[in-house]
């Protein structure tokens, strides 16, 4: 053993010396040195070899013993287990980040800008969460109650969906909302009616429930609802601006997919990701307005105010909140009443009203810009709404390329067809004009265009 396997106790080390003496041997049974089956000896040889009392030699192989290292056999002494040698770990090198000096600027759609200081309304609500005691016990489930009751109120108005605090629960935004809800409404095998092109992370979730994605082609309007088969149970809708395209689901549709819905006994999934942006009318009526029983619907805060609140809520019928407030009380996965309880306050003073007003105006100037500045490049779409526009480039472009050489420029951006899955189409880039400062909007724009005019 100790021609083989040298082990040094150190006694002027902080660390007990079993512990030393258990951790040599770990290391050498982790690393393969001691092999499973091999012999060890017996403590009081041990003791003597290293020159320590037998208790430390035999504390050590307590502990070893108790991780399961070794084993001791009667009449036989102490031996390896089977343990296999664990590899070392592969250190890969972290990608390249560009100079801080020279930040990538983004036109990444879905993202809303976010101003360098908190502004007044949003100091306000956290100082009066900071007055108040966390609630004894464990939160409700669905979401505190009185959230629930102005949510309410909110939606009411705001988006025409006759509903009560019972109808509503908390989510930690739209993914959140969707992934629960495939939890406990669908099996694994089950289909859904996904737009394509559509949104990614819904494709995602539907995926990772190991749902079956039945992809439905979209038009200038939004969602192709004759292309819906009577075997799908379930269908995730884009209605008040299809993403990525921005088309707004007319009123002839609309019916025409709660028909459908209705004669197949489907659910439908009302994305509502950035319908308080609207430039030309007033935000659209949601789908669920037409019938709460067969839709559910869910709101966010990442484009009213920071995707990092990760807070939104879903709209449903009373028997489906039941439901799925039923399941998180066991799962324990709900938003916190800090967040909560700053929500209720912005809402109760109007805060959440005026954010959405200012950045109507912002984004409205900027839309304009984009718009402008694009339209000589392709066909720009969907920029009736929303915090992004779609420019439809010429057939022979590839936009993948035209996303990578932005990049390499210093822009990045998304090519239309990241979004498409079976359904062909133009391509195009997906342009987002919230996120960067204005004058950063300005410089990403120049560079895009010298990309586009070498194409």
């Known amino acids: 053993m100790q021609s083989s396997l040298p082990l040094i106790l150190d006694r002027a080390d902080r660390l007990p010396l079993h512990l030393q003496l258990a951790e040599q041997l770990r290391a050498a049974i982790r690393d393969g040195r001691l092999a499973a089956g091999h012999r060890l000896p017996s403590t009081r040889d041990l003791a003597k070899d290293l020159s320590v009392s037998r208790s430390v030699a035999q504390a050590a192989y307590d502990q070893l013993h108790a991780e399961g290292w070794i084993e001791g056999r009667t009449g036989a002494g102490t031996f390896v287990t089977d343990v296999a040698p664990l590899q070392p770990a592969v250190r890969r090198r972290a990608a390249a980040r560009p100079d801080p000096a020279e930040p990538l600027l983004t036109l990444r759609p879905g993202i809303p800008y976010i101003g360098p200081t908190p502004d007044p309304g ?255 490049y392709g066909q720009v779409i969907g920029q009736d709404a929303g915090l992004h526009i779609t420019l439809l480039l010429p057939e022979h472009v590839d936009d993948r390329e035209v996303a990578i050489a932005a990049r390499e420029a210093g822009v990045v951006i998304a090519p239309l067809s990241e979004y498409r899955r079976t359904t062909p189409g133009p391509p195009g880039l997906v342009i987002g004009y919230a996120t960067p400062t204005t004058e950063n909007l300005h410089k990403a724009l120049d560079i895009l265009t010298g990309v586009l005019s070498r194409r």
């Not at 559509?198 to 200038?220: C, F």
Request: include cysteine; charge should be neutral; glycine fraction near 6%.
């Open 122 to 376: 949003w100091r306000r609500a956290w100082r009066e969460v900071s007055t108040q005691s966390p609630p004894p016990g464990y939160d409700d489930a669905a979401g505190q109650p009185a959230l629930r009751e102005a949510l309410a109120e909110h939606v009411r108005r705001v988006r025409g969906i006759a509903c009560g605090p019972e109808n509503l629960l908390i989510t930690n935004g739209t993914v959140h909302g969707l992934r629960l809800l495939l939890t406990v409404t669908r099996q694994p095998g089950d289909r859904i009616a996904i737009e394509d092109p559509g949104y990614l992370n819904a494709v995602i979730a539907a995926r990772d429930h190991r749902l079956e994605v039945v992809d439905v082609p979209v038009d200038e309007d939004g969602l192709q609802v004759s292309a819906l088969t009577d075997d799908v149970p379930a269908a995730y809708v884009t209605p008040s601006h299809q993403y990525p395209l921005g088309g707004r689901l007319p009123v002839a549709r609309r019916n025409e997919l709660i028909r459908w819905a209705r004669r197949t006994g489907a659910m439908l999934i009302e994305d509502d990701y950035d319908s308080e942006f609207r430039y030309d009318v007033a935000p659209l009526p949601a789908l669920a307005q037409l019938d709460l029983d067969r839709v559910v619907h869910l709101g966010t805060l990442s484009k009213t105010l920071s995707p990092s609140l990760r807070l939104g809520w879903l709209v449903a019928s009373d028997t489906m909140v039941d439901r799925l407030a039923t399941f998180r009380a066991e799962s324990g996965d709900w938003p916190g009443w800090p967040m909560q309880a700053a929500l209720l306050t912005m809402l109760r003073d109007g805060y959440l009203d005026q954010a959405v007003r200012r950045s109507r105006r912002l984004y409205s100037d900027r839309r304009t810009h984009t718009c402008t500045v694009l339209a000589p």
